[in-house]
Antibody
Framework: QVQLQESGPGLVKPSQTLSLTCTVS??????????WSWIRQPPGKGLEWIGY???????DYNPSLKSRATMSVDTSKNQFSLKLNSVTAADTAVYYC??????????????WGQGTLVTVSS | EIVLTQSPANLSLSLGERATLSCRAS??????LAWYQQKPGQAPRLLIY???YRATGIPARFSGSGSGTDFTLTISSLEPEDSAVYYC????????FGQGTKLEIK
């Protein structure tokens, strides 16, 4: 069974960079059958897709965050990461990493991490 | 950007009743509309993929239908554990989620 686990600071100061890592276990991040995404959820609000990375390093981002978000992958550690710069209080949210399956007909987020709350505050 | 509008925002029904949740897209979706269930303090769980296929382990009382711009999630006979927020999601252009329908079981 695939498991995803987010890690990183729970508190970030305004204007600084938010950095999170997702560690994948129970499966290889290098499989060509998946995209690896970050999705966030402000407290009491809905879900917002941030972007995905493919194991070879190709990425796609939500246009609303593209100028501030950077994703990377480390296949040797079975991890992928998110950096979001110039954060403000509006970036306070639970951040989830998730796997999007590309094979068969699934093409959806079938495995999620438990989420990690990141608060932007001085 | 494709906007997904879910209705109703809130739904309160009794045990055993049928729930019908709607998701309307601002543009025609090629395929691959999904539905997720989220309970408080938990990550979303995939219920339905490609409009009408149940994900692994999802009970048969959950079903999905629709095409084009109009999609529906139906729960045929509500159980207490179905109380949750339900989101639709598209991947025709980037990825976007609806704003959610909160389902309460009376």
């Amino acid at each position: 069974q695939v498991q995803l686990q987010e890690s990183g600071p729970g508190l970030v100061k305004p204007s600084q960079t938010l950095s999170l890592t997702c560690t994948v276990s129970g499966g290889s991040i290098s499989s060509g059958d998946y995209y690896w995404s970050w999705i966030r959820q402000p407290p009491g609000k809905g879900l917002e897709w941030i972007g995905y990375i493919y194991y070879v390093g190709s990425t796609d981002y939500n246009p609303s965050l593209k100028s501030r978000a950077t994703m990377s992958v480390d296949t040797s550690k079975n991890q992928f990461s998110l950096k979001l710069n110039s954060v403000t209080a509006a970036d306070t949210a639970v951040y989830y990493c998730a796997r999007e399956t590309l094979r068969g007909q699934v093409f959806a987020f079938d495995f999620w991490g438990q989420g990690t709350l990141v608060t932007v505050s001085s | 950007e494709i906007v997904l509008t879910q209705s109703p925002a809130n739904l309160s029904l009794s045990l055993g009743e049928r729930a019908t949740l709607s998701c309307r897209a601002s543009q025609t979706l090629s395929r691959f509309l999904a539905w997720y269930q989220q309970k408080p303090g938990q990550a979303p769980r995939l219920l339905i993929y490609d409009t009408s296929y149940r994900a692994t382990g999802i009970p048969a009382r959950f079903s999905g239908s629709g095409s084009g711009t109009d999609f529906t999630l139906t729960i045929s006979s509500l159980e207490p554990e179905d109380s949750a927020v339900y989101y639709c999601q598209q991947r025709s252009k980037w990825r976007t989620f609806g704003q959610g329908t909160k389902l309460e079981i009376k």
